[in-house]
């Protein structure tokens, strides 16, 4: 989902990474948050592969341990791999023996990490099969997940105390997820891309690990709960609300949280980011057609849409940001929607369109459009989805001088700093 479904993306680095590679801030000094007494360490669930038909295999040390449906175990010389076919999961060591594993199959190295396709994954690897592909899950402690999201999230280089205020967020945000997914019966609790947060695998990188050290166990609480601590790139200095973007009935009630709604102009540290300001121009058939196709996929009104014409902000948050849109079409139709909703539809999949490359993307839902001469030319304000903390910001704050805390208070004003040990859930 990008912003819509269940997962409620974060859209954060880990989503620029792959299209930026901006010099990384300096670091400042650090700021001690505080031990934390037996602080919870629960499991994570994280799908580090999905609907793959072969798994390159290797453990960083000694044999691979491979637990079977049928209960057998047996350890497989490596590399090894996994294939699927009609009997299911077939897993081939370096020597040339092969184990059918039915439907699941679980890998452990003997010591050190797994590595699946070279990348290093800490903890058991449980491969299911999933339809006509394999899905890959690793298990491992909240402590140890954190280090690799913020490998993956921000820039090496960025501030100490920046690397903390994300810690403590994407903690919050993975334990909320946790919850949700269990409550549903779901096979694992996130994934390892921006449709929840990124996750690198086994963190190398000090700040990462230390960071995760120095807050182990902290989390965004709000009203005695964990707060579903969004976070995005880059937020163009006008922030969004979740209330405005995504549902607010029932489990969703967590979307009109004060902390993650702003009550008006906060100020803005994100200048130095390289999407604080950005423009594309496309052709408005495309446009139409993209917003068509995913009208269709919505089921909403909108999939009827002929060429449009025009997109106008009829409303806005107290920060100024868009939060509804109305489109016009040639045929003299008028349909809202909204800002979120926009963005996705610009970027939407369409029949016999190509997938938008990087650099014609809509990267937030911050944006103005001029329809002239049969092209758009759209401008926009920061990267992602507007929420809570800003990666951006956050680096050039702990780059001033503040705290992880005072970071956390900016982005997240009303939510409390706290140790997940202390809440009656988590």
């Not at 792959?18 to 629960?42: D, E, F, Q, T």
């Not at 081939?92 to 050190?112: I, P, Q």
């Not at 390892?192 to 947060?197: A, R, W």
């Not at 200048?271 to 269709?296: C, F, I, K, M």
Request: charged share 20%.
């Amino acid at each position: 989902m990008q912003g819509v479904g269940v997962a409620m993306a974060v859209l954060g680095i880990g989503a620029l990474v792959a299209v930026w590679n901006r010099p990384a801030a300096p670091a400042s000094g650090g700021h001690h948050v505080g031990k934390v007494a037996a602080a919870p360490n629960p499991e994570v669930r994280i799908r580090v592969a999905r609907g793959v038909t072969v798994i390159e295999i290797g453990a960083e040390h000694g044999p691979l341990r491979l637990l079977a449906s049928d209960s057998s175990t047996t350890d497989l010389t490596i590399p090894a791999r996994i294939e699927i076919g009609e009997a299911g999961l077939t897993v081939r060591g370096a020597s040339g023996d092969a184990v059918r594993a039915g439907d699941w199959c679980e890998l452990r190295a003997g010591s050190g990490a797994t590595t699946l396709d070279g990348r290093a994954i800490p903890g058991a690897v449980r491969f299911v099969r999933a339809g006509g592909g394999i899905d890959a899950i690793a298990t491992m402690p909240i402590e140890t997940y954190v280090p690799g999201v913020l490998e993956a999230e921000l820039y090496d280089g960025w501030p100490i105390e920046t690397y903390k205020a994300q810690a403590i967020a994407a903690r919050s945000y993975a334990l909320h997820e946790r919850r949700r997914a269990r409550e549903r019966a779901r096979a694992y609790d996130l994934d390892d891309t921006t449709h929840f947060q990124a996750y690198a695998g086994e963190a190398t990188r000090e700040r990462a690990l230390e960071a995760a050290v120095d807050t182990a166990g902290l989390v965004l609480a709000y009203d005695g709960d964990v707060l579903r601590a969004y976070y995005h790139s880059t937020s163009g200095g006008r922030p969004a609300g979740a209330a405005d973007l995504w549902p607010i009935a029932g489990e969703w009630s967590i979307h009109l949280a004060p902390p993650l709604n702003p009550t008006g102009p906060r100020e803005d540290y994100s200048q130095n980011s390289p999407t604080h300001r950005w423009e594309v121009t496309r052709r408005v058939r495309d446009l139409s057609r993209r917003v068509a196709a995913y009208g269709t996929q919505l089921r909403a009104a909108y999939a009827k849409i002929g060429r449009l014409t025009e997109i106008a902000a009829v409303r806005t948050n107290a920060s100024g940001r868009p939060t509804l849109f109305r489109m016009t079409d040639d045929q003299g139709q008028a349909f809202e929607i909204g800002a979120e909703h926009l963005r996705l539809a610009l970027n939407a999949d369409a029949p016999g369109l190509a997938p938008l490359p990087g650099d014609a993307r809509v990267l937030s839902n911050d944006l103005e459009i001029t329809i002239s001469g049969g092209r758009a030319t759209i401008k926009g304000r920061g990267f992602g989805h507007g929420v809570g903390l800003c990666q951006f910001g956050a680096a050039e704050m702990g780059t001033q001088g503040f705290t992880c805390r005072e970071i956390l208070e900016h982005y997240y004003p009303g939510a409390e700093v706290m140790s997940a040990g202390d809440l009656a859930r988590w």
